[in-house]
Structure formats: structure tokens, C-alpha cells
């Protein structure tokens, strides 16, 4: 499975949200107004063997409300950053770290206040 769906599971298995009513995989619908997108950002070469891979991923918070959109960012944080030896979907998680705290991106064109994470993961 892509990290992002994996990841998606482990936020609505930790009651951050329900997968296709405000979690979204790959691209942001014009609603709801209040969602969670995670998009697949890359990361880094497979080890030598092949074993290990190190994606990446950005999680973008949106809601009509700055103070609610950062309380979800900053639950989303709490729940993945230091995750470490997690098996999720079936994948081993060796470790899961936010690169960066929560940036604030401005607003929609609908007024909606939009809110962002990357992290870096290690998975076998």
C-alpha cells in the first residue's frame, strides 16, 4: 500500500478523522470545508538492500476556523511525531518525524484557513 493510505488509516484508527468524509488522499475536494488531505511528497533513496524506504508526506489541514484548523495540525503532530517501531496496514513503521512544525498557508479562495505538515518516515 502507498504510505498515504497507511497513514491515513493510522489517523482514523486514532480517531483524527473518518477516510473519505474529511480525510482525503491525493487531492482536496471543494468539501467539506473542514478536511485532513495527506499528499505523497517523495523522500529518499531505498537503502542498499532494498529493505528500508524513507517517503515523505505533507498533511494539509483545512477549516473555516484558524484556531480549530490548528488544533487538529497539532493533534495530527502529537499522534505521528516520534512514532517509532509501528506496524500500520501491515507495514512496519520504523520511525515517523515531522520535519517542521505546522505552517500556516493563508486562506482559500472560499475563506478557509489552511494549515500544513511534512514528515519523513522509515518503513520496511
Known amino acids: 500500500m502507498s504510505v498515504i493510505n497507511d497513514i491515513a488509516i493510522y489517523l482514523q484508527a486514532n480517531g483524527i478523522g473518518t477516510i473519505g468524509t474529511d480525510i482525503f488522499l491525493g487531492y482536496q475536494p471543494e468539501s467539506p470545508n473542514n478536511s ?70 493563508g486562506k482559500d479562495d472560499q475563506n478557509r484557513s489552511l494549515l500544513s505538515v511534512n514528515f519523513e518516515l522509515t518503513r520496511s
Open 36 to 105: 485532513i488531505t495527506l499528499y505523497e511528497t517523495g523522500g529518499y533513496a531505498l537503502d542498499l538492500a532494498g529493505f528500508l524506504r524513507y517517503p515523505t508526506l505533507q498533511i494539509m489541514v483545512r477549516n473555516t476556523s484558524y484556531s480549530a484548523a490548528r488544533t487538529k495540525i497539532d493533534s495530527i503532530i502529537a499522534l505521528m511525531h516520534r512514532t517509532v517501531n509501528t506496524t500500520i496496514n501491515s507495514t512496519r513503521y520504523c520511525s515517523i518525524y515531522t520535519t517542521s512544525d505546522a505552517t500556516s498557508l
